[in-house]
């Protein structure tokens, strides 16, 4: 079989997506040959020959909030993805289709190509019932719910091989995907330690000595980001604190939504959005930083979630602000300081706690760091992402579950009933 991959990216732009970059560098060093398929950012060509073994071609995919938007625009996910996965096909081959979610629609794409014997691999970035709770606040019932439940259990069913990003999504692939144990993979979100270099940062003259607080990641509902605004408050206007300032790197969905809440919080000279920048500035800036905050709240998704952000603040060596969330302690352990879930006067507290003692900044920031670099960064995690890859490209007895069966009703409220308590 020849050693050929085709990565599928869903959610966002491939020249954006950390974890499918390092997937695909770890899977050239190996001797694969890697195409990706991904969404068109502006800044992306409609094809990227990047090296003889890597190349990327984009597609455009429309952003929605709207459930009406979202069928579209996943309905044009599918429709160009089918017809640049037939193209890549003819072009230039694979063995192994491997899909990352969200959304879990990629099995569709996948399905005449793993008929005809190529390998399938879901690579799952969220849980996607999970994700619809915890972006909408609804509980485990309705419509829109069992739809995802039964397109997740559909990616698990037609998966030869599954990778989860943790131990805790490695259990819900086995207890509501029904998969083997030898067949789950557990790659984490390391971040690379020759990129996320701590540094001495430059003086900033606007900081004047000041405590600069950081948050780096996307700005969608469940990120939090309008937690850590409400915190903001608490501490510059109800604790009076002009030596504490905010500087939050990123952007998503509710961007416009939460400049417009900062400035009529009166927070504008207080708190900097700096949108999407370049890796280099973006470190350099979170390098500037006192204080780095993960202030994803406790939600269904969130609570099982490893967030890439606290690893890359702790490989920078800052020390971290969180809600005590279940993955998040596995991540931080003791290099955190964790605040109730969800209350914001206590992360703000918490801020304020590491704001006024250095001493403690270091120790946490210098556990952070030991903590990457023995157990999280990503070197750690090639092994189990090739160790996946020989596992889905191994000859196996057919199962005895067929092909294109359909997905019972039992498994759709399996899904359902293991959320309802959560949720």
């Known amino acids: 079989m020849k050693r050929k991959t085709l990565v599928f990216i869903e959610d966002g732009s491939f020249t954006f997506d950390h974890r499918v970059i390092s997937e695909t560098k770890a899977l050239l060093r190996a001797g694969w040959e890697v195409t990706v398929i991904s969404p068109k950012y502006r800044c992306d060509p409609f094809y990227r020959r990047i090296s003889d073994k890597l190349r990327a071609y984009y597609y455009p995919k429309p952003t929605a909030e709207s459930v009406l938007g979202h069928l579209i625009e996943h309905g044009i996910s599918l429709l160009f993805g089918a017809v640049l996965t037939l ?39 969220d849980l996607c019932p999970e994700l619809w709770l915890s972006r909408n606040g609804h509980t485990a019932t309705g419509c829109l719910y069992r739809a995802l439940c039964v397109l997740e259990v559909a990616s698990y069913k037609h998966a030869d091989v599954v990778i989860s990003t943790n131990e805790t999504y490695k259990n819900v692939a086995i207890s509501r995907g029904a998969k083997s144990p030898e067949d789950v993979f557990v790659v984490r979100n390391g971040p690379d330690l020759k990129k996320f270099q701590p540094m001495r940062a430059l003086k900033d003259p606007g900081k004047n000595g000041h405590v600069l607080v950081g948050y780096l990641g996307n700005m969608n509902r469940q990120d939090g980001v309008e937690g850590l605004l409400d915190a903001a408050f608490e501490i510059v206007r109800r604790h009076g604190r002009s030596d504490i300032f905010f500087v939050v790197i990123g952007s998503g969905a509710d961007y416009q939504h939460l400049l417009a809440k900062r400035d009529r919080m009166g927070l504008g000279d207080r708190v900097t959005f700096t949108g999407r920048i ?87 920031g210098k556990r952070g760091r030991t903590r990457v670099q023995e157990a999280f960064s990503w070197p750690h995690s090639v092994p189990s992402l090739l160790a996946a890859y020989e596992r889905a490209v191994q000859e196996r007895e057919p199962r005895r579950q067929p092909f294109g069966s359909t997905v019972t009703a039992n498994e759709i409220d399996e899904c359902q009933d293991t959320e309802a308590v959560r949720a």
Request: net charge negative.
């Open 278 to 364: 370049p890796d280099k500035e973006m470190i350099a800036r979170l390098c500037a930083c006192d204080v780095c905050v993960q202030p994803d709240p406790l939600n269904a998704l969130n609570d099982k979630s490893t967030m890439n952000k606290a690893m890359e603040y702790m490989a920078l060596e800052k020390p971290v602000v969180a809600f005590d969330l279940r993955e998040t302690r596995v991540s931080c352990g003791d290099a955190a300081l964790y605040a109730t879930p969800n209350d914001v006067e206590d992360l703000a507290r918490k801020i304020l706690c590491l704001a006024d003692d250095p001493m403690l900044r270091s120790v946490l």
């Open 87 to 125: 193209w890549v096909s003819i072009r230039h081959g694979f063995s192994v289709f491997h899909a990352c979610n969200p959304m879990d629609i990629l099995w569709l794409i996948a399905l005449p190509y793993k008929m005809l014997g190529k390998k399938f691999i879901y690579d799952q970035h």
